[in-house]
């Protein structure tokens, strides 16, 4: 079960016109709950309208400033992102969750990194870039950051600023719909990927990649990188959408499946439609199972399937090795054996 905290709104930024960052107040009793790695994420929970609604949010501040900020761009229909950006204040309570997830900056001495980000994409990455530049004088980090228009830019002038005061921080915007001296137009492809490695820092030899966007961008990087003599274990990546497995889809079809959850030590079973996924399903039958973004991008509703068999048609975290194991998603994971049990506990 997601262990909820509730905090109160420090302060709320506006960033851009569509995008605020937000501090949240830690009481000292909760602190060291709150220690985190950059590139981790937070679970922000708040009833609208009389629903409760969870969205997983990447932390963008750094781990030594004791501060917690992330940023949030308001999207279309978007119930929690238009909440948080037009109704959220200063003093409001929210409850929220300790930092997790698996994108995570690993610092080292000497250690050469480049980072390709676009739009909100930059939450993560903002906290990987400050705290190399501030714990490791003797690395590097490049920042590729695409997005519409430098108006549409999170975190512009923190950028800017940063590039000026380290000399070791390389910074390249790529800008869609906006020509500006000193940047590049168009969008994060294979053709910038190369000019950028092989051509404009093609002295640097670079250790590790991360990558943060949306998730044809991050193929089409993570692929000219690899192509490139990268090594697939050397690139991360972490998506805000991701596409439906279309062979998975059709793997789902009309019956029912008798689910035990194991969830807090407990167990409970129940008739579940094959298609609904494992997690809708459980929260129905007043279970209690940790979730935050619903859509396969997060990893915080993982478990595992200890007997059956589920297939998930979104998944954009999970290794093949970790499939193996019997790890799914639960938000994307739907059964196809009349049995399955499924372990929120070891994972």
Do not use: W
Not at 70 to 88: P, Q
Not at 193 to 212: H, M, P, V
């Amino acid at each position: 079960m997601a262990t909820f905290h509730k905090v109160n709104i420090q302060e709320i930024k506006q960033e851009t016109a569509d995008a605020v960052s937000v501090v949240f107040n830690i009481p000292d009793n909760l602190k060291a709950n709150f220690n985190f790695t950059a590139g981790q994420y937070i679970t922000l929970q708040k009833e609208i309208k009389g629903e409760e609604i969870r969205r997983a949010y990447s932390i963008c501040s750094t781990p030594q400033s004791g501060e917690i900020r992330v940023a949030i761009k308001k999207v279309e229909n978007g119930t929690f992102s238009v909440y948080a950006t037009s109704d959220l204040k200063v003093g409001d309570e929210i409850e929220i969750t300790a930092p997790e997830g698996r994108f995570l900056l690993d610092t080292t001495p000497n250690k050469n990194y480049i980072a390709f980000a676009a739009g909100s994409g930059i939450t993560p990455i903002l906290s990987m870039v400050k705290t190399v530049l501030e714990t490791e004088p003797t690395a590097t980090f490049t920042l590729i950051y695409g997005n519409k228009s430098i108006a549409d830019t999170i975190f512009y002038n923190d950028l800017l600023d940063l590039n000026e005061a380290y000399e070791n921080f390389n910074l390249e915007f790529v800008c869609s719909r906006e020509r500006q001296e000193n940047m590049l137009f168009g969008r994060i492809d294979s053709a910038f990927t190369n000019f950028f490695i092989k051509n404009k820092y093609k002295q640097i030899s670079f250790d590790t990649a991360f990558l943060c966007g949306p998730e044809e961008m991050i193929h089409t990087v993570s692929d000219t990188l690899k192509n490139g003599g990268f090594s697939e274990e050397n690139i991360h990546f972490e998506l805000f959408t991701t596409s439906v497995d279309e062979n998975a889809a059709d793997e789902i079809k009309e019956g029912t499946t008798a689910i035990t959850v194991l969830l807090d030590d407990e167990e409970t079973t129940f008739t579940m439609s094959q298609t609904d996924n494992i997690l809708a399903a459980s929260l129905r039958n007043d279970l209690d199972p940790p979730y935050s973004c619903q859509g396969g991008v997060c990893s915080s509703c993982l478990g595992k399937v200890t007997e059956g068999k589920a297939v998930m048609v979104k998944n954009s975290i999970l290794t093949d090795g970790e499939i193996e194991e019997g790890l799914v998603l639960t938000c994307q994971a739907h059964p196809t054996t009349s049995k399955i049990t499924i372990d929120f506990d070891d994972v």
